[in-house]
């Protein structure tokens, strides 16, 4: 966005666009994990921690 934009928008027109942004960058995040893992990533249970013994 342009600065003159920017100040023209309300608060809640910016705080809507940084979210939008936001939850864009989250799900490209998540496919690329996604892409990585194959069929193997979190199949497998975490080890118990010592604590718990």
């Given at each position: 966005?342009?600065?003159d934009?920017?100040?023209k928008m309300s608060?809640?027109?910016?705080?809507?666009?940084k979210l939008r942004e936001n939850l864009r960058r989250r799900k490209?995040?998540?496919?690329?994990?996604a892409?990585?893992?194959?069929?193997?990533?979190?199949k497998e249970p975490l080890p118990n921690s010592p604590a718990e013994g």
């Open positions: 966005m342009n600065e934009a920017r100040k608060r809640e027109e910016r705080l809507a666009a490209a995040q998540a496919r690329a994990v892409g990585t893992c194959g069929d193997s990533c979190g």
